[in-house]
């Protein structure tokens, strides 16, 4: 005679709840340096709103602000790009870079190596190593034209270079409109594009009509090559002063400056004696030179650095942003990268000085060890503002624990829990209850059987389970379960099994609970194998069968032989 013995298994709502952590005040935020010469902020064509990259403290992940300092596109993405015509390279986990919207949805899926777009065309390298030309849909362009190298666009052009090295323009229908002739050009911008032959620099405009002829040389300085305010910067001999020309090639700011970059809000940077100024369009000095450092103007500011500090001064000279701080970039869209004196993170700030937001977002989490949350309980891992909060582990006086991940002092996400009948439940938790699909163990008959099975819960509740509702509840209620006695199918006293051939003990000896335990190695004539256990207790010695969920016990121990047998055969309980 058998009886069906199920695993108690309790759950106490005591044992995932650890109970409220003492928030502590929460702390300042701050930023670190996040490594970055400027903001990556662009105004977005589509709503004409700027975004400005931010990222999560702890994550590293990188989202956008507006220009008020609200969140706007989530930190999801492992590194992103600037907006540039409404759309922004972003790179997911696995290095790929695709697109978002200013609404932060993907309109280019990840396949490429970093890109960005220019009058609605962007060059990528894929996955085969080649590179191409993608518009904005994502769709492949000018696949079939004679041209191995393709530049960028810039003002509805794309440098290309022919066979036989010479470059020339293509336009956004691919169409070469300007011939293939030149040693080498530079982008359009003002109208105007630069070339060269034989080691000079000239202009050309938009119909490749040669405006400036190649007589001047380059200054020096790659940012410095292309018009800005109807301007340029040359050389007239390869090491010799720098001035500045207009778009019809006149001269209008003499050659007798060792450091002149491009003009920009009217203003050119200039220095003298080791200082920074600026000059109008006349060479007129308008700002003095007596800052250590500069930047060029941008919305009407420029960044100055003095006595190692650095401020913003407008295009009257006048210091409008006081000088205290540790890093300043230009100002993009209305607000600028910095890292103010007060402290030791970048932020972004408006043209009157005010802090909008920092760079990075959160709190931080740290780390403690034993810290004690109440009288019984104790944590080790990460926190934040005090209280438990990403990977860690809780330990309770009375042999219960839980170890896995936590979100505001409670556990949250996938872990593992210890209750204090030595249950153990793997899976999904919330709000420190199990909740969706856990797999529970636990070991018995003095640690020889492994009993493990599925469940389902939601919230704390029970919901589904590889043994039978009614059990289950009965066994959580503090019964003894199934009460069924009998053989466990009508084949079970009918069906001969083959001889057994080996019959071994394994293990001699094991307490729990006041129980001996023996396990023993079966084997019979076909091959089917498997292990049985006897116990004393009490009551007497009984014989047992694990099947993985619970275990069926007898009195004797052939019987217990020919359960195992059909049991390991065909599956009988």
């Known amino acids: 005679m058998k009886t069906k013995l199920f695993i108690i298994m309790l759950i106490t709502v005591s044992a995932f709840s650890f109970g409220q952590v003492k928030k502590k005040a929460p702390m300042k935020k701050t930023v670190t340096t996040t490594g970055k010469k400027t903001a990556a902020a662009n105004t977005n064509t589509e709503n004409n709103t700027a975004l400005f990259d931010v990222q999560d403290r702890n994550t590293g992940k990188t989202g956008f602000i507006n220009s008020k300092g609200i969140l706007v596109i989530p930190m999801v993405f492992k590194k992103t790009g600037a907006f ?25 899926d990840f396949l490429y190596d970093y890109f960005s777009f220019y009058n609605g065309f962007a060059r990528v390298k894929a996955a085969d190593g080649k590179t191409y030309t993608i518009n904005k849909k994502g769709q492949k362009v000018f696949e079939n034209l004679p041209y191995p190298t393709q530049g960028s666009f810039s003002e509805g052009l794309c440098r ?28 359009f911008s003002n109208g105007m594009a630069r070339i060269e032959k034989d080691s000079k620099t000239g202009y050309i405009d938009k119909k490749g009509n040669i405006v400036i002829p190649p007589k001047y040389y380059h200054p020096g300085d790659m940012f410095d090559v292309n018009f800005s305010d ?50 109008d369009k006349t060479g007129k000095l308008a700002v003095p030179c007596i800052y250590d450092q500069a930047e060029n103007f941008t919305e009407g500011h420029a960044a100055v650095k003095r006595n190692k500090k650095w401020g913003f001064i407008n295009t009257k000279g006048e210091e409008v942003i006081p000088i205290d701080m540790f890093v300043a970039n230009r100002f993009i869209n209305g607000l600028a990268l910095v890292q103010l004196g007060n402290e030791n993170e970048f932020s972004y700030i408006n043209t009157k000085g005010e802090k909008v937001s920092s760079c990075l977002l959160g709190d931080k989490i740290e780390n403690v060890t034993n810290m004690r949350y109440n009288s019984d309980t104790t944590y080790t891992g990460q926190t934040l503002n005090g209280r438990a909060h990403g990977k860690g582990k809780y330990t309770r006086t009375d042999g219960s624990w839980y170890e896995g991940e936590f979100k505001n002092g409670a556990p949250n996400g996938n872990g593992e829990m210890r209750d204090t009948k030595g249950f153990r439940y793997y899976g999904n938790f919330k709000d420190g209850l199990p909740h969706g699909a856990i797999t529970v163990k636990n070991w018995t008959l003095g640690g020889l059987v492994s009993n493990e099975w599925y469940a389902e819960y939601d919230n704390g509740k029970l919901i589904r389970s590889e043994i039978t509702k009614d059990d289950f509840n009965r066994l959580l209620s503090g019964g003894s379960g199934s009460s069924s006695s009998g053989s466990s199918s009508s084949s079970s006293s009918t069906t001969s099994i083959p001889k057994v051939v080996k019959f071994e003990t394994v293990k001699e000896g094991g307490a729990i609970l006041g129980t001996t335990t023996y396990k023993y190695y079966v084997e019979y004539g076909d091959g089917v194998s498997g292990n049985l256990y006897k116990y004393y207790d009490k009551d007497g010695g009984k014989w047992a069968v694990s099947w993985g969920v619970g275990a069926n016990e007898y009195a004797g121990k052939e019987e217990a032989i020919e359960a195992l047998y059909k049991y390991k055969k065909y599956g009988e309980r």
């Open 84 to 108: 540039k015509e409404g759309m922004c390279p972003v790179q997911n986990d696995n290095g790929k870079w695709g697109a978002i919207n200013t609404k932060g949805d993907v309109v280019i």
């Open 160 to 187: 290309v270079q022919d066979t036989n090295g010479k470059y020339g323009f293509i336009d956004t229908n691919g169409k070469l409109v300007i011939p293939c002739k030149f040693d080498e050009v530079g982008e």
């Open 230 to 279: 109807g301007m340029v910067i040359v050389r007239e001999s390869p090491n010799g002063k720098k001035g500045a020309i207009d778009k019809t090639g006149k001269v209008v700011i003499p050659f007798q400056y060792d450091y002149l970059y491009s003009f920009h809000n009217g203003l050119a940077m200039v220095y003298s004696d080791g200082k920074a100024g600026f000059i």
